[in-house]
C-alpha cells in the first residue's frame, strides 16, 4: 500500500509538500502542474516550480516528487518533456484532469476528456521522449460533464505507455463537491493492467480504509485531507496522528518556507490558507482563525499558532 500526496494547484506547492512530507507516511508526491503552452521552457521554470530537482528530486524528508506536466499539443509536450528528463525527475505525471475554467479554455486538463485520441497521442510522444528509466504516469477525472469516455479515456493513457493512473472519482463538472464516486474506480481497474490509484473526499483514515474497500485499489492519493490534518497519512498507518501541540515544529519549516520564497504580499494569505484548511481538524486553528484574521502580519498570525500551540503543551504536560 503506498499513500500519494496530490498536486493542488495555488495551495499544494512545494512549500507544503516540504511541511507535510516532514511528518511521514506520504511515499510518493506529485507536483502542481506546469503548463506547457507552445514553447520550450527553461530549465529555471522547471526548478522554480519543483525545487526539488535541485536535490535529487525528493523533498527535505526524502520523499520522491513527480513532475507533473499539462498541455494538449504531443510535440510540445514532448519536447518540454525530454528537457524535463535530462533533470533526472523520479517521474513525469500528465494532468488530464484539471477542472480549472482558464485551463479548459486553453484546451488543457479535464477538457482533454472528451478527446481519447489526442490523450493517447500526448501519453504516448511523451513516452517516447522520455527515458525508459523515467516512470510517465497520468491523472484524470471519471469524466468532463459525464463518464461515457471513462473506459476509453484510461485506455488511451495506458495504451499511450502510462506505467499508473490515478483517477479523481468525480467529473469536471463535479467539481470538488461530495461525494466522491469510488464506486466507479473497480471497472477502470478491472479493465487496465497498469496500477489505478483512487483519489477524492479522503477526509480522514476510516475514508482511507473504506475508498480502498470500495475501489479495490490497492493505493490511495489524498490532497485537502493532508493540509487539513498534516497526520493524516500517520493515522492510515495505524500510528498516532499529530496533536495540535505537535504541528510547531512544522508551523516553524512552513513559515520558513513562506517567508524565504513567498512574496510578502502573498504571505498573509498563504499562511491563512493553511490555518483555514486546519479548521476542520483542530478547534484551536479555529480560535486562532477568529482571533488573528484582523492582524496586519502574516508573522503576527504565525506567532499566534505558535503560542497557541505552546499552552496546548503545556496543557498537554
Known sequence: ??????????????????????????????????????????????????????????????VPVRVQLLGSDPVCMAENAERLASLNPPGIDLNFGCPA???????????????????????????????????VTTKMRLGYEDQSLTLE????????????????????????RPPAYWEKLPAIREALRIPVIAN????????????????????????????????????VLGKAGLAWHELAPLVHVFWHNVE???????????VKQWLGYMRRQYPQADAVFVEGRALPEARDLVALMLESMRQAEVAHA
Open 200 to 235: 477524492g473526499e479522503v477526509w480522514t483514515a476510516a475514508d482511507f480504509h473504506r475508498c480502498r474497500e470500495v475501489s479495490g485499489c490497492e493505493d490511495v492519493m489524498i490532497g485537502r485531507g493532508m493540509v487539513a490534518n498534516p497526520g493524516l497519512a500517520l493515522e
Open 260 to 270: 524565504t520564497r513567498i512574496l510578502p504580499k502573498y504571505q498573509g494569505g498563504r
Open 101 to 135: 475554467k482558464t485551463v479548459n479554455r486553453h484546451g488543457g486538463g479535464a477538457l482533454l476528456l472528451k478527446t481519447p485520441d489526442l490523450i493517447h497521442d500526448v501519453v504516448r510522444a511523451v513516452r517516447q521522449a522520455v527515458p525508459a528509466h523515467i516512470p
Open 153 to 176: 479515456c484510461a485506455h488511451a493513457m495506458e495504451n499511450g505507455g502510462s506505467a499508473e493512473l490515478v483517477v479523481h472519482a468525480r467529473t469536471k463538472t463535479d467539481g470538488y
Open 1 to 62: 500500500m503506498r499513500i500519494y500526496l496530490a498536486p493542488m494547484e495555488g495551495l499544494l506547492d512545494h512549500v507544503l509538500r516540504d511541511v507535510l512530507t516532514r511528518s511521514s507516511g506520504i511515499d510518493v508526491c506529485v507536483s502542481e502542474f506546469i503548463r506547457i503552452s507552445g514553447s520550450l521552457l527553461p530549465k529555471r521554470t522547471f526548478y522554480r516550480s519543483v525545487p526539488e530537482l535541485l536535490t535529487g528530486g525528493k523533498t527535505p524528508g526524502g
